[in-house]
């Protein structure tokens, strides 16, 4: 069983950088899709960004284009979120989760395995 367990999270001023990591432990997850998704309180869980098995195809949210980047390493069985240009409105949890396929899922349901979650905090 994968498990998955976010870092890099913290309180940033507005117009900081952040890079979350997610490193994957229990199998490889080379075969698999790979998502990073955010909760705000009193808000659903969104998609921020999404990266196909081989890295070669991503998906971004309209609220994080050209600011937010995902990558991965699956010789270390790691993917990040590179998060650019904070804004208080990006605050939230983010929660990586591994897919069923290996390409790219929008739907929550299509992620079998979710880390524990890591604080992001936009001050302003």
């Known amino acids: 069983q994968v498990q998955l367990v976010e870092s890099g999270g913290g309180l940033v001023q507005a117009g900081g950088s952040l890079r979350l990591s997610c490193a994957a432990s229990g199998r490889t997850f080379r075969y698999n899709a790979m998502g990073w998704f955010r909760q705000a309180p009193g808000k659903e869980r969104e998609l921020v960004a999404a990266?196909?098995?081989?890295?070669?195809?991503?998906y971004y949210a309209d609220s994080v284009k050209g600011r937010f980047s995902i990558s991965r390493d699956n010789a270390k069985n790691t993917v990040y979120l590179q998060m650019n240009s904070l804004q208080p409105e990006d605050t939230a949890v983010y929660y990586c989760?591994?897919?069923?396929?290996?390409?790219?899922?929008?739907?929550?349901?299509?992620?079998?395995?979710w880390g524990q979650g890591t604080q992001v905090t936009v001050s302003s």
């Open positions: 990266i196909s098995w081989s890295g070669g195809n991503t």
């Open positions: 989760a591994l897919a069923n396929l290996r390409s790219i899922q929008t739907m929550s349901h299509e992620y079998a395995i």
